[in-house]
């Protein structure tokens, strides 16, 4: 189990109590001292105190995540003057500040007291030694026994064990597979519990893994390793796990129960305001968490290949509409809740756990070999960014992250991901041009109804969906005034309107290419030169403008003529799922953000916050529908009309257009320009 893991429980599973316990043991270990919880009589602001033949020294708790650490410990110091006299304050808390040594220092020159400060991290380090800090090991065994007794959950399946028993196995030995084969053969040597054939078990753990036939090779070789390791016993061709082994197993299935339960308690929380008691919000995610943990165990997959099953589609449907029967008349829409519900359960140490193991055994599959090894191994792998990938991360970056749109987000927070690992990612030179002619089109289309409609924050022109989601988000206006110095602080000239320009259309769309160019450069996002010209159709392509589909073909070709060819590997990231499944059919590397930035996170971990961005996509792209279809309706006006919806009798009319139009149909059928030109003309659909 990775140091990471263990801090994920610590900070996010202990109650106050519990973590009280592990702290103390904590300090025993590190010490080989008593160390004795404060039994609140005359203890002048000590939790507990450390026994040392000098005399004892106070130690301060701080289970909460909710305020600062820095703030309860200077709040306690100038409320408590033995902690200030102490001459040592010994200060263990349940969080993971990045840098506290700067504040440390001016804490311990403010109040002239020596402070040891302690955190999760530093919990976390001796809990993955057990063999070092038996004691810390045996605390933290103990509570999670007893709190996965408390929780009673309800009986997982092999297939779920296997995956949660995962965490456990997980260590930096380099080779995820092989901890992919322990685990599943663990959870179904556990769930035996009496001894069994090999051919057996190997059968229930090609099953449990439900990945194919092929990982039974790997499994038995894991296999033969666990026994030679003294793990497992096989004796005339039966196997069955021993003491330590099946210990192990049950911890690593303890923890997550412990996990699932504080999960379920967040969510019943979350509802809180949308459902009217207590009792209806835990009916209320009791009816959805089963579908919730299946979420996250499905999105992965689709996540690797590029496609969203209609079962994904189907199940957050039903989750939806469950959850609508539970609402109040004034707690928001099931979307809504759904969202929110999500939210929670990608941010938990739960979810992540399930999703990182469902991605790991999915990789172990051969049709994702290559993505494996290029993410676990490729420290020269480049990412191609593609438009619809580069502008939510230029713009975020450069402007202002649009918080609640996961699309920004994700790029944004993809971007961080990728320098903290020293991956590069550059953009393809056809995809900044891409991006100059949006930044045009933004101008010369959408300026005559900047503003009108909160749905043109998820407009299909970026530049325009992003200045309404930050201005909607801040509450800041959305006037044409702010909108033409966006545009213009990206690249485009103040007099773009003027004649020299009109007569140059091309050296317009250059001086702006080079503009986000530079831009790209001052985040260490580099350029790929590809040569624009004509390449053979790629499979099943859809209705898009000659110079678009030119682009992708000759992406498509570039990324063809690399594969075997010297220095490192190259993987595209987009947000076009045509796209992806065209290039994964050609055996080429191509991620969706959201899945690259999951993937890379859980692959190569580092001391980050850490969502599943996937399963947060998926959410927000169901729940978000309905402002989507209105969104492209504003789009299709756009081509149409633009400029001529600065008048105010033709902006009304394409007002009530959109409403009309999402009033007729809930299908994700999309507006054409006979239906606007007859609305236009007769206020109706009809003939």
């Not at 084969?181 to 893994?209: E, F, G, K, N, Q």
């Amino acid at each position: 189990m990775l140091t990471n893991d263990w801090v994920e429980f610590i900070k996010n599973v202990l109650s106050p109590s519990a973590f009280n316990e592990v702290a103390l043991a904590t300090l025993r270990a590190l010490y080989g001292t008593p160390v004795l919880l404060a039994d609140g009589t005359g203890d002048g602001g000590a939790d507990a105190w450390i026994e040392f033949q000098a005399g004892r020294k106070p130690v301060q708790l701080h289970s909460g995540l909710k305020e600062a650490w820095d703030v309860k410990l200077s709040g306690a110091l100038d409320r408590y003057e033995l902690l200030r006299t102490s001459g040592r304050l010994f200060f263990v808390c349940a969080q993971t500040p990045a840098a506290p040594e700067p504040k440390l220092a001016q804490l311990e020159m403010k109040y002239g007291v020596v402070i040891k400060f302690y955190d999760a991290r530093s919990i976390a380090s001796l809990a993955a030694e057990p063999d070092r800090y038996p004691e810390v090991y045996a605390v933290l065994a103990r509570i999670i026994g007893a709190s996965a007794a408390r929780a009673t959950p309800r009986p997982w399946s092999p297939s779920v064990d296997a995956r949660l028993a995962f965490t456990f196995f997980h260590e930096n030995s380099g080779d995820f597979r092989a901890e992919v084969a322990r685990s599943v053969l663990a959870a179904c040597l556990y769930r035996t519990s009496t001894p069994i054939s090999v051919d057996a078990l190997l059968s229930h753990a090609v099953d449990a893994a439900g990945i194919g036939t092929s990982v039974r090779r790997l499994f038995r070789r894991e296999l033969d390793t666990l026994a030679a390791e003294g793990l497992v016993e096989v004796r005339e061709a039966e196997v069955a796990a021993t003491r330590t082994l099946a210990a192990r197993t049950k911890a690593a299935l303890d923890i997550q129960a412990a996990a699932a339960e504080r999960l379920r308690e967040d969510c019943i929380e979350a509802l809180e305001g949308r459902i009217h008691d207590a009792e209806r919000r835990r009916s209320a995610v009791d009816d959805v968490f089963d579908d919730l943990g299946l979420l996250v165990r499905e999105v992965p997959p689709s996540a690797l290949t590029g496609r969203t099953s209609e079962e994904l589609t189907r199940r957050l449907d039903r989750v939806e509409r469950r959850l609508a029967d539970h609402l109040m008349p004034r707690g928001g829409t099931s979307s809504e809740a759904l969202k929110e519900l999500v939210d929670v359960v990608s941010a938990s140490p739960y979810g992540k756990a399930l999703g990182a193991a469902e991605l790991f055994i999915q990789m172990t599959s051969r049709e994702s070999d290559e993505l494996a090894t290029a993410l676990t191994h490729g420290n020269d792998l480049t990412i191609w960014l593609d438009a619809s990938v580069a502008l939510p991360m230029l713009c975020g970056m450069f402007d202002r992250v649009a918080h609640g749109w996961t699309t920004s987000e994700s790029a944004v927070e993809l971007h961080q991901a990728l320098r903290k690992r020293g991956i590069m990612a550059v953009i393809p030179s056809v995809y900044i041009e891409e991006m100059a002619a949006h930044l045009l089109e933004a101008a010369r289309r959408y300026r005559s109804f900047i503003g009108v409609d909160e749905d043109l924050a998820r407009s299909e022109n970026f530049y325009v969906a992003h200045f309404h989601a930050v201005a909607q988000r801040r509450s800041e206006p959305a006037t044409l005034v702010r909108f033409d110095e966006f545009l213009q602080d990206l690249g485009l000239p103040h007099d773009w309107e003027s004649d020299r320009w009109s007569q140059e259309p091309r050296r317009l769309r250059r001086v702006v290419e080079q503009s986000l160019e530079t831009l790209a450069k001052r985040y260490e996002i580099g350029s790929q030169r590809i040569v624009s010209t004509e390449a053979v159709a790629l499979q099943d392509e859809p209705r898009r403008s000659d110079i678009v589909l030119r682009h992708d073909r000759c992406v498509a070709r570039e990324l063809e003529e690399k594969v075997g060819s010297a220095g490192g590997g190259v993987l595209l990231c987009s947000e076009d799922q045509w796209f992806i499944g065209v290039l994964a059919a050609k055996q080429l590397l191509a991620l969706h953000p959201a899945a690259l930035l999951d993937v890379v996170q859980i692959v190569r971990p580092r001391d980050e916050p850490r969502r599943l961005a996937s399963m947060r996509e998926l959410a927000a792209t169901f729940s978000e529908r309905a402002l989507s279809r209105g969104a492209a309706v504003w789009d299709l006006l756009a081509q149409l009309e633009a400029p001529q919806l600065s008048d105010r009798e033709l902006l009304r009319r394409a007002k009530d257009f959109k409403s009309a139009w999402l009033r007729r149909t809930n299908r994700e059928t999309l507006p054409r320009a006979a239906d606007w030109q007859r609305f236009k003309v007769t206020g109706s659909f009809d003939a």
